[in-house]
């Protein structure tokens, strides 16, 4: 059974930084990606970075770029995001999720991504 559990968030002040963590189990094959998407209240869940487990591609959100970092340890299944410059905005609950993926680029569209983990909570503060 495949299982998603996110560690790492907490709070932080402003300009801050936290490393997330995304362990993964009960996959088979090479082929799947690994995405971080955050939901802020009352807003849509977005994509912030993506990463292929089997290759190095990895995209980022634009509103990240510069200050987001994914990265992977495929001996420990886990995948890293890591959050510097932290900024009140970046407030949300920070999920990954996979997908099968045969593709080139990791996509950071919601809808293409089947499995979820529960989340885990950023508060950044000013």
């Known amino acids: 059974q495949l299982q998603l559990v996110e560690s790492g968030g907490g709070l932080v002040q402003s300009g801050g930084s936290l490393r997330l963590s995304c362990a993964a189990s009960?996959?088979?094959?090479?082929?799947?990606?690994i995405g971080w998407f955050r939901q802020a209240p009352g807003k849509e869940r977005e994509g912030v970075s993506c990463?292929?487990?089997?290759?190095?591609?990895?995209n980022y959100a634009d509103s990240v770029k510069g200050r987001v970092t994914i990265s992977r340890d495929n001996a420990k299944n886990t995948v890293y995001l890591q959050l510097s410059s932290l900024k009140p905005e970046d407030t949300a609950v920070y999920y990954c999720?996979?997908?099968?993926?045969?593709?080139?680029?990791?996509?950071?569209?919601?809808?293409?991504?089947?499995?979820w983990g529960q989340g885990t909570q950023v508060t950044v503060s000013s």
């Open positions: 990463i292929s487990v089997n290759r190095s591609n990895t």
């Open positions: 009960g996959f088979t094959g090479d082929y799947y990606i």
């Open positions: 999720a996979s997908s099968v993926w045969y593709g080139s680029a990791c996509p950071l569209r919601r809808i293409l991504y089947q499995h």
